[in-house]
């Protein structure tokens, strides 16, 4: 009987341990399989029209051209540039290594420029616009907004206006 | 199940054996929780469409795990707000099989940017010779007075047509880019675009 109830409290410990860790670590393991499928590091890849081949990440906008960086400041710091369109939506979001957002910058409040710099750095800078990322790998994505046919090659030369230094 | 614990209790071997089924249990009791993603509390229902205009830069494990599986890389709300449909107005399943409209009021959605995409089950978008995949405020036709009907169907009609794949199943996501604050808060009295039949 002792074997019974021991077994139980060990089947239920581990199914629970189990559950949790799944629940916990599937982000981590989609970021990472993300990333090894794209080997380049600190380095833009600009995303031709959204359609139906593109299958690389699930709910494509089909309204939208993408480029994304996957970064890795666990040895450099980078400086990532680039220009966003006034006429129609844009935005650059920073997800860490959770695919979890942690910040949007996009082009729609009053307040904001079109260009954008931003220093991704560990280690705190002072006089640059820093953003210190919650985890040293993650990716960058920017979305621009493709309104007709006659916009698309306009948004390509935005996105070829995108820029990472390493330091 | 009872066959298991039968075979478990039985089994000299029971310290291999139920770990094993422990840790397969919990891979199924994982699954079925990331799978409810609809019972999240932050989830509601607006007419034909659901989700959540709650979705915070860092969420508890389970909504960060759902959000990857089921729209990776997705932007916080006070960003963007997705809604999903899966069923017409009579709640029946939507289907490739069979044709509907949607139809709405491009006044009634107060955002700056809004659109409505055709995916595929497997969350992709469904391929067609029209490369049609949505509409939004800007490529939608309208009457004078701002209404609008969409065709989903899969042969081609007149119109706005979004193609989708016979006999297959299909869902919609309706994308609220820099919405109206007031909109938002009131989302549940909007009359956002419903889905018929034909």
Redesign the interface.
Known sequence: MRRIYISALLFIATALLTQWLVIKYVPYLVHAIAAHRVPQRNQWINNDKTDARMRRVVLPNPDFKYSALFYDVSEHDITITGTLPDSSYASVAFYNNRCQPYYVYNNLSPNRKGHFEFLISKNAVTGTKQLRPETNTGVIICRYLVKNDSSFNIIKTYQQQLACTVK | MAILLSL??MSRK?WII??L???I???G???W??ARIDKSPAYRVYGSWRGTTNLA???D??V??Q??????????S??AV?LFAYADEKNKRLNGGRSYTIEGNIHNIKA??W?I?A?GR???????QA?R??F?R??LKTDSLGNFKIVMSNKPADGNWLPVQKGKKFEL?L?L??SDKDFMEHLDKAALPVIKRI
């Open positions: 478990c209790l029971l139920v770990p089924l422990a840790v249990t919990g891979f009791i994982a699954a929780r990331i830069l860092n969420q494990d389970l960060t795990t959000v990857t599986l089921f729209a990776l890389f997705a932007l916080p006070q960003e997705y700056e940017y659109s995409t995916y497997d969350l992709y978008l469904i391929p067609n490369n995949y949505s939004n800007e490529n996501v994308r880019y820099d």
